[in-house]
């Protein structure tokens, strides 16, 4: 059960004992935690395998949302991304679904708006899912559209499988409001972009054929509006 303190001006949410939160906090602030890993540090994340107390972690560092006015106009009326991250994960978990245990959120506000903020999650060990994979986890993500949610982002590389358990990573909860039906199927469309080999699955043949062409088709024009936008940017 995770509950809420406040610690060098920022507000935390946390799994660990009070002490160990902030010790956790003042790590990762003072930059003396061990990182074992780094997937990824750049402008827009710093995401990190580290190490605290004995236990390995996932860090990730939104710095982009962090820092887009935006995206902190936004936080005057909501959480802020890395604490969203943490609730996703803790409903996910109530919902039945595998995925990451979190540990600690944390934001930092400024003029009312969140101008910090970090996420910890236990760190899965496994191995990045691959074509073999394509019916395991579309049952997966057809469960989660059965319970109302979409996970966005379904790509293979979001996927984590350790033993024969399916693991959701890197996602953000969402309930289409709008044609559930539509979104759900652009879902589909997304893994199987990146994962052909699943197109034969049984959950992809129960999807309503209409739905289906159809997300395939805006799947296909929203690949091409990114790319042409690169080509003018270069």
């Not at 996932?58 to 604490?83: G, I, Q, Y």
């Not at 943490?86 to 969140?114: K, Y």
């Not at 910090?116 to 394509?134: I, K, L, M, S, T």
Request: charged share 25%; proline share 4%.
């Amino acid at each position: 059960m995770s509950y809420c303190f406040d610690h060098r001006h920022y507000r935390v949410v946390s799994q660990l004992e009070e002490d160990a939160g902030r010790a956790l906090v003042d790590a990762v602030l003072d930059g003396t935690i061990t990182r074992e890993k780094v997937f990824r540090d750049n402008w827009r994340t710093l995401s990190a395998q580290v190490r605290f107390r004995g236990e390995s972690l996932l860090l990730k560092v939104p710095r982009a949302r962090n820092s887009r006015r935006w995206e902190r106009f936004l936080t005057r009326f909501r959480a802020s991304d890395a604490v969203r991250t943490f609730r996703h994960l803790e409903l996910m978990s109530t919902m039945g679904f595998a995925v990451p245990d979190p540990i600690l959120a944390c934001e930092l506000r400024q003029g009312g708006v969140v101008t910090d903020a970090f996420v910890c999650y236990r760190f899965v060990e496994g191995r990045v899912a691959g074509p073999q994979d394509a019916g395991a986890i579309l049952t997966s993500l057809q469960a989660l559209h059965d319970c109302g949610y979409l996970r966005n982002d379904a790509q293979m590389a979001n996927f984590v499988i350790s033993g024969e358990t399916v693991y959701f990573i890197d996602f953000r909860l969402k309930k289409p409001r709008f044609l559930p039906a539509l979104q759900k199927a652009r879902e589909l469309a997304r893994f199987l972009r990146s994962c052909p080999e699943g197109q034969g699955s049984p959950r992809v043949t129960a999807t309503s054929p209409g739905w289906l062409w159809l997300a395939m088709r805006l799947d296909d024009m929203s690949v091409g509006m990114r790319k042409l936008k690169r080509r003018m940017r270069s």
